[in-house]
């Protein structure tokens, strides 16, 4: 039996196959997404906004979500925010009558929001805050944390960059 030739044009089309295949296998494994490319300490579970945002509103919150047993501060363009515990507001709220019909709530003291059971720790800019808004261009968040049994003298830190527009 007479052997086949091979035909040129289909074997330079199942080579052009094979090594998009292997590029899109190869790029797929290098990829980086979610917490890897945020570099994220394994105490932090998340933030917001993310790491190198680069359309963030005016009134963005800055949000950061850690695991639990820690607490942690917030400094943003190197001003460090009030951490107001909502436990300790709760608690403010609860021994005080509650408001009528019609009467709106105390809105929370200014600075930073901590959530001991979801160990969260939110900022909004708003009027009568320490930061009312953020002006268009690059900001620094920094989150300092700590185990919840140590003191803030064993605190690590992590920054990240956003830009507001």
Same mark, same amino acid.
């Given at each position: 039996?007479?052997?086949?030739?091979? /035909?040129?044009?289909?074997?330079?089309?199942?080579?052009?196959?094979?090594?998009?295949?292997?590029?899109?296998?190869?790029?797929?494994?290098?990829?980086?997404?979610?917490?890897?490319?945020?570099?994220?300490?394994?105490?932090?579970?998340? *933030?917001?906004? *993310?790491?190198?945002?680069?359309?963030?509103?005016?009134?963005?919150?800055?949000?950061? /979500? !850690?695991?639990?047993?820690?607490?942690?501060?917030?400094?943003?363009?190197?001003?460090?925010?009030?951490?107001?515990?909502?436990?300790?507001?709760?608690?403010?709220?609860?021994?005080?009558?509650?408001?009528?019909?019609?009467?709106? /709530?105390?809105?929370?003291?200014?600075?930073?929001?901590?959530?001991?059971?979801?160990?969260? !720790?939110?900022?909004?800019? @708003?009027?009568?805050?320490? *930061?009312?808004?953020?002006?268009?261009?690059?900001?620094?968040?920094?989150? *300092?944390?700590?185990?919840?049994?140590?003191? @803030?003298?064993?605190?690590?830190?992590?920054?990240? /960059?956003?830009?507001?527009?």
């Amino acid at each position: 039996m007479p052997r086949r030739r091979l /035909d040129p044009k289909l074997l330079l089309a199942s080579l052009g196959i094979a090594a998009g295949l292997v590029l899109v296998i190869a790029g797929a494994q290098a990829s980086a997404t979610g917490r890897e490319q945020q570099r994220l300490p394994d105490e932090i579970e998340s *933030i917001d906004p *993310i790491r190198g945002a680069t359309q963030a509103p005016r009134q963005t919150r800055v949000f950061v /979500d !850690l695991i639990i047993g820690y607490q942690a501060v917030l400094v943003v363009d190197g001003v460090e925010l009030p951490t107001v515990s909502l436990d300790a507001v709760n608690d403010v709220a609860a021994s005080t009558l509650p408001p009528l019909d019609g009467d709106q /709530d105390e809105p929370l003291p200014p600075g930073a929001v901590f959530e001991p059971g979801n160990v969260t !720790l939110t900022f909004v800019p @708003r009027p009568g805050n320490v *930061i009312e808004q953020f002006d268009t261009g690059p900001h620094t968040a920094t989150v *300092i944390f700590w185990r919840t049994e140590e003191t @803030r003298v064993q605190a690590r830190a992590f920054s990240w /960059d956003f830009y507001v527009v």
